[in-house]
């Protein structure tokens, strides 16, 4: 099929990129400790990117067949000549395809992901999901290049809960055998932990964020890194390549390779090979993700981010820190202990002024001693933390759920004079 | 259309209850950024969702091949998934299942057209930087159960929006959403040239000279943010599913349970509404997606928590009867939703709440806000907002914030406005997730001695 549009876009003399996925999605959904749902999603899409100059469209065929592609392509160059010019400059060519990453067809078996729901709720899980896909791509471009690639992806997200406290943990891979059910102790023991809270006060703090509420905020960087957001002022990294952005202890890379990675792939939506891209370095912006179009702009070579229209992020990766948990502690003076946070919002892309909820356990640790609170936010600005990190702890996992929408791997990291208020 | 293979696939059910919604989306999106067009897409998708029930637990299917054997497959596949546990608590309440058809007509605009009044709008902010997304729809749907029902519909939908940055000592950012049930013919009541040069005229304006509001104060808020108040603090935390816990790995769970039904619980002069059925509005329809008939729901009459939002599913495990709050997007199984959440009018003109402040500050539009996972804990920050001095408007007032909880909240209102007026969005909700669109719509309130940072 894919051959057959292809040949149906150089008839009619028109630059295109075809890509055909077909894929197989699986969720199990628990709450009040039953398995209520299992769902199961079946598509087979065709996109088609067509170029006639600089004129572009971009379509979308649901379970092509040659019927459908015909009309799809016949529309599109119907519609070419009415378009405005874009920003069109040819697609890169590069071919280092790195492609070491884990494929495991089981994620996607009932009984591999019954038995790791049911696991996270005889561990104390409350509410959860199990989810999980498999992909297979092909994508092709009217310059005679081809290539093939399959993806695996599984993870569970599970919240306990204990007399109004929570608790909420995920483990994220590309493999079932990965997967550890019993994530779900850790979320009943900080839900335990968090029973009793008081209101906390405002103030400036020295905060300690878990990988879960790190990765939130490192999953809107990773956005605010794409040379489209840059450029649409969508971002407070706009102008910065080069100079210094967050604090030295603190690295960043997007990573279309990583092994383990969900979102790893061999090549991005225009066919290129994916890398490992240094975001920051030593607190330095080194650089924004660029599909080829955004790259021309820059001046620089595609990351391989491609997005036809806009860069997107792979897996973001923390460079590794090299410090415990305990040190961590012991490096903050006034420190509050943040569990997970949801639902952050920018007052300003461009000066990067956001505040974001904490949500589950938190704790306010003062001379060794802990103790729960709650009804905070952290109202800040995202670029000042970022320089106000001091230190990153060595224990990074792999973060992927409902609020963080592509993969952080991310590590506890203690933050100073975080702005914290209250309602 | 297609009424022959839904009625195949629920004669072929062998559970104790299946639905099968076959649907149909065209999207057309249009994305210009600082006058650049960056991209044009056309979809089209097609696919069919089965649920089923059996023994308490429920199976979802789902597939974009529309062929009858593919619909068979996943028929059986849905049954095997439900077989695979039993969950005795779930059910589905009993309802009059309806059978009807209706449709909604829209004018369809050329892409030539489209792209040349988009190029218009950008025009106008040429001096900023900006980014201005348009998109229409069409969402065909095929909807059938084994209880009875089959309801087919037809609803067009146009939005757009756009974020204006303008940069002078500070950057300040503005944006807005636009959109209707409907197609092109909305587009002049949307007065998006008009919103556009007062939103930059305002910015600058800001640069210039705003004051900064810290303390005690009363404050009136414009429809614009008691439309997202009514939607983020009353109508998430009165959907049903919430409140059982469904979402609580999620979305999250509610600060409100079900004994509290009945309650006093806000200031008398408020009353939340959510209604499907407002013509044109962005969240539109008539059935909801379980065969129901879509009605006006009071959230909350004269203060008293009135009755929250219910699909079959929680309807059953509450004893009571849906009010056909089910929807679902494409690809998705239904879930409670939102349709148009807004607070109903009182009786104050703007003017008389303005006249019997001393010290307060009026807050028009926001950027910034959220609001905790149980919606107990909020924060909304003003992006135009006035300073309000022994009853008159005095300034522009830089970023006022308000954190409150929503009992706090409810109960601080002593004034609530004429003038209704609705904005659209788009709300998140559900595992994956399901971006549906609403409506949130506001008069102005106003709150007595309230935290202002």
């Given at each position: 099929m894919i051959d057959y549009t292809i040949k149906l876009l150089e008839e009619n003399d028109v630059e295109g990129i075809v890509r055909l996925a077909k894929s197989t999605e699986k969720q199990v959904r628990f709450y009040n400790e039953k398995i209520e749902i299992i769902k199961e999603w079946n598509e087979l899409i065709m996109h088609i990117f067509m170029a006639k100059g600089k004129k572009t469209i971009s379509m979308e065929v649901d379970s092509p067949d040659k019927r459908k592609i015909k009309c799809a392509v016949e529309r599109g160059i119907k519609l070419l000549p009415k378009m405005a010019d874009v920003e069109f400059y040819g697609i890169e060519e590069r071919n280092n395809f790195i492609d070491d990453k884990v494929f495991d067809e089981s994620v996607i078996e009932n009984d591999v992901m019954l038995s790791i729901a049911e696991d996270a709720i005889n561990a104390g899980g409350e509410a959860g999901t199990v989810y999980s896909s498999i992909e297979e791509m092909e994508i092709a471009n009217t310059n005679g290049s081809m290539n093939r690639d399959k993806n695996s992806m599984i993870y569970l997200s599970v919240r306990a809960f204990h007399y109004g406290s929570s608790g909420h943990e995920v483990s994220c891979s590309r493999s079932a055998s990965k997967i550890n059910a019993l994530v779900a102790e850790n979320a009943k023991e900080m839900a335990k932990k968090g029973v009793k809270a008081r209101k906390g006060k405002e103030g400036k703090y020295d905060v300690i964020l878990s990988p879960l509420a790190f990765a939130n905020l490192l999953s809107n960087l990773a956005f605010f890194s794409s040379a489209f957001y840059v450029d649409s002022?969508?971002?407070?990294?706009?102008?910065?390549?080069?100079?210094?952005?967050?604090?030295?202890e603190l690295s960043i890379y997007d990573s279309g390779i990583e092994r383990d990675g969900m979102f790893s792939r061999k090549f991005d939506d225009e066919g290129i090979s994916t890398q490992e891209t240094p975001v920051i370095e030593n607190g330095i912006l080194k650089s924004y993700l660029h599909n080829s179009t955004t790259a021309h702009r820059h001046g620089v070579r595609t990351t391989g981010n491609a997005g036809i229209v806009a860069p997107q992020p792979w897996n973001t990766v923390v460079g590794r820190g090299d410090k415990s948990m305990e040190e961590l502690m012991e490096i903050g003076r006034d420190i509050i202990y943040i569990t997970n946070v949801w639902y952050t919002r920018f007052q300003n892309y461009m000066t990067g002024d956001f505040s974001t909820v904490a949500r589950d356990a938190v704790f306010h640790i003062k001379n060794g001693e802990w103790k729960a609170i709650k009804q905070i936010r952290i109202s800040d600005n995202m670029e000042r933390m970022l320089k106000n990190i001091e230190g990153v702890a060595k224990d990074a996992k792999q973060i992927f759920w409902w609020e963080v929408e592509n993969p952080v791997f991310a590590p506890h990291v203690l933050i100073r004079d975080v702005n914290i208020t209250t309602a | 259309m297609y009424e022959d293979i839904l009625e195949y696939a629920i004669d072929k059910a062998n559970v104790d209850y299946a639905e099968i919604r076959i649907q149909k989306v065209e999207e057309n999106s249009i994305l210009f950024v600082n006058g650049s067009l960056k991209g044009v897409e056309s979809i089209k998708k097609e696919g069919f969702h089965i649920r089923v029930l059996n023994d308490g637990m429920l199976g979802f299917s789902f597939s974009n091949s529309l062929r009858k054997e593919s619909i068979i497959e996943a028929l059986e596949k849905a049954e095997k998934m439900a077989r695979a546990r039993i969950h005795h608590a779930i059910g589905l309440s009993d309802e009059k299942m309806e059978r009807a058809r209706y449709y909604v007509r829209g004018r369809r605009a050329e892409l030539d057209e489209k792209i040349e009044w988009l190029k218009d709008i950008d025009s106008m902010a040429k001096e900023h930087s900006r980014n201005i997304f348009y998109s229409d729809t069409m969402d065909e749907r095929y909807y059938a159960n084994s209880h009875g029902a089959m309801i087919i519909s037809k609803i067009p939908r146009i939005a757009m929006n756009y974020l204006i940055t303008v940069e002078d000592e500070r950057i300040e950012q503005m944006g807005r959403e636009f959109g209707n049930a409907g197609g092109w013919e909305k587009i002049p009541s949307w007065k998006v040239e008009e919103n556009m040069s007062h939103d930059i005229e305002f910015m600058k304006k800001m640069m210039k000279k705003a004051e900064k509001f810290r303390g005690k104060g009363d404050i009136i808020l414009g429809p614009y943010v008691t439309g997202l108040i009514a939607h983020e603090s009353c109508g998430h935390p009165w959907e049903a599913d919430r409140i059982i816990g469904r979402e609580a790995a999620q979305a999250g769970k509610s600060?409100?349970?079900?004994?509290?039904?009945?309650?006093?619980?806000?200031?008398?002069v408020i009353n939340v509404v959510d209604d499907p059925t407002i013509k044109g509005s962005y969240g539109f329809y008539l059935y909801d997606d379980e065969g129901v008939k879509a009605e006006k729901r009071y959230l909350i009459k004269n203060g008293i928590i009135n009755e929250f939002l219910h699909n079959r599913e929680t309807a059953f495990l509450m004893n009571t009867k849906s009010n056909a709050a089910a929807r679902a997007v494409y690809g998705r199984e239904p879930i409670v939703r939102m349709a148009n959440t807004y607070f109903e009018p009182g009786d104050y003109r703007f003017d008389e709440m303005v006249e019997e402040i001393k010290n307060g500050i009026y807050m028009k539009t926001y950027m910034e806000w959220n609001i905790d996972d149980t919606r107990y804990n909020q924060k909304y920050v003003g992006q135009e907002a006035y300073i309000i001095r022994n009853g008159e408007i005095s300034g522009i007032a830089f970023h006022p914030a308000i954190e409150i909880t929503t009992p706090a909240f409810y109960k601080k209102v002593d004034a609530a406005g004429r003038t209704l007026e609705f904005y659209p969005a788009v709300c998140g909700k559900g595992d994956p997730m399901q971006g549906i669109p609403v409506t949130t719509g506001g008069v102005d309130l106003r709150l007595r001695d309230v935290m202002i940072k």
């Amino acid at each position: 099929m894919i051959d057959y549009t292809i040949k149906l876009l150089e008839e009619n003399d028109v630059e295109g990129i075809v890509r055909l996925a077909k894929s197989t999605e699986k969720q199990v959904r628990f709450y009040n400790e039953k398995i209520e749902i299992i769902k199961e999603w079946n598509e087979l899409i065709m996109h088609i990117f067509m170029a006639k100059g600089k004129k572009t469209i971009s379509m979308e065929v649901d379970s092509p067949d040659k019927r459908k592609i015909k009309c799809a392509v016949e529309r599109g160059i119907k519609l070419l000549p009415k378009m405005a010019d874009v920003e069109f400059y040819g697609i890169e060519e590069r071919n280092n395809f790195i492609d070491d990453k884990v494929f495991d067809e089981s994620v996607i078996e009932n009984d591999v992901m019954l038995s790791i729901a049911e696991d996270a709720i005889n561990a104390g899980g409350e509410a959860g999901t199990v989810y999980s896909s498999i992909e297979e791509m092909e994508i092709a471009n009217t310059n005679g290049s081809m290539n093939r690639d399959k993806n695996s992806m599984i993870y569970l997200s599970v919240r306990a809960f204990h007399y109004g406290s929570s608790g909420h943990e995920v483990s994220c891979s590309r493999s079932a055998s990965k997967i550890n059910a019993l994530v779900a102790e850790n979320a009943k023991e900080m839900a335990k932990k968090g029973v009793k809270a008081r209101k906390g006060k405002e103030g400036k703090y020295d905060v300690i964020l878990s990988p879960l509420a790190f990765a939130n905020l490192l999953s809107n960087l990773a956005f605010f890194s794409s040379a489209f957001y840059v450029d649409s002022g969508y971002s407070f990294l706009a102008g910065k390549t080069g100079k210094k952005v967050a604090s030295s202890e603190l690295s960043i890379y997007d990573s279309g390779i990583e092994r383990d990675g969900m979102f790893s792939r061999k090549f991005d939506d225009e066919g290129i090979s994916t890398q490992e891209t240094p975001v920051i370095e030593n607190g330095i912006l080194k650089s924004y993700l660029h599909n080829s179009t955004t790259a021309h702009r820059h001046g620089v070579r595609t990351t391989g981010n491609a997005g036809i229209v806009a860069p997107q992020p792979w897996n973001t990766v923390v460079g590794r820190g090299d410090k415990s948990m305990e040190e961590l502690m012991e490096i903050g003076r006034d420190i509050i202990y943040i569990t997970n946070v949801w639902y952050t919002r920018f007052q300003n892309y461009m000066t990067g002024d956001f505040s974001t909820v904490a949500r589950d356990a938190v704790f306010h640790i003062k001379n060794g001693e802990w103790k729960a609170i709650k009804q905070i936010r952290i109202s800040d600005n995202m670029e000042r933390m970022l320089k106000n990190i001091e230190g990153v702890a060595k224990d990074a996992k792999q973060i992927f759920w409902w609020e963080v929408e592509n993969p952080v791997f991310a590590p506890h990291v203690l933050i100073r004079d975080v702005n914290i208020t209250t309602a | 259309m297609y009424e022959d293979i839904l009625e195949y696939a629920i004669d072929k059910a062998n559970v104790d209850y299946a639905e099968i919604r076959i649907q149909k989306v065209e999207e057309n999106s249009i994305l210009f950024v600082n006058g650049s067009l960056k991209g044009v897409e056309s979809i089209k998708k097609e696919g069919f969702h089965i649920r089923v029930l059996n023994d308490g637990m429920l199976g979802f299917s789902f597939s974009n091949s529309l062929r009858k054997e593919s619909i068979i497959e996943a028929l059986e596949k849905a049954e095997k998934m439900a077989r695979a546990r039993i969950h005795h608590a779930i059910g589905l309440s009993d309802e009059k299942m309806e059978r009807a058809r209706y449709y909604v007509r829209g004018r369809r605009a050329e892409l030539d057209e489209k792209i040349e009044w988009l190029k218009d709008i950008d025009s106008m902010a040429k001096e900023h930087s900006r980014n201005i997304f348009y998109s229409d729809t069409m969402d065909e749907r095929y909807y059938a159960n084994s209880h009875g029902a089959m309801i087919i519909s037809k609803i067009p939908r146009i939005a757009m929006n756009y974020l204006i940055t303008v940069e002078d000592e500070r950057i300040e950012q503005m944006g807005r959403e636009f959109g209707n049930a409907g197609g092109w013919e909305k587009i002049p009541s949307w007065k998006v040239e008009e919103n556009m040069s007062h939103d930059i005229e305002f910015m600058k304006k800001m640069m210039k000279k705003a004051e900064k509001f810290r303390g005690k104060g009363d404050i009136i808020l414009g429809p614009y943010v008691t439309g997202l108040i009514a939607h983020e603090s009353c109508g998430h935390p009165w959907e049903a599913d919430r409140i059982i816990g469904r979402e609580a790995a999620q979305a999250g769970k509610s600060f409100v349970n079900e004994s509290m039904l009945g309650e006093k619980f806000a200031s008398e002069v408020i009353n939340v509404v959510d209604d499907p059925t407002i013509k044109g509005s962005y969240g539109f329809y008539l059935y909801d997606d379980e065969g129901v008939k879509a009605e006006k729901r009071y959230l909350i009459k004269n203060g008293i928590i009135n009755e929250f939002l219910h699909n079959r599913e929680t309807a059953f495990l509450m004893n009571t009867k849906s009010n056909a709050a089910a929807r679902a997007v494409y690809g998705r199984e239904p879930i409670v939703r939102m349709a148009n959440t807004y607070f109903e009018p009182g009786d104050y003109r703007f003017d008389e709440m303005v006249e019997e402040i001393k010290n307060g500050i009026y807050m028009k539009t926001y950027m910034e806000w959220n609001i905790d996972d149980t919606r107990y804990n909020q924060k909304y920050v003003g992006q135009e907002a006035y300073i309000i001095r022994n009853g008159e408007i005095s300034g522009i007032a830089f970023h006022p914030a308000i954190e409150i909880t929503t009992p706090a909240f409810y109960k601080k209102v002593d004034a609530a406005g004429r003038t209704l007026e609705f904005y659209p969005a788009v709300c998140g909700k559900g595992d994956p997730m399901q971006g549906i669109p609403v409506t949130t719509g506001g008069v102005d309130l106003r709150l007595r001695d309230v935290m202002i940072k």
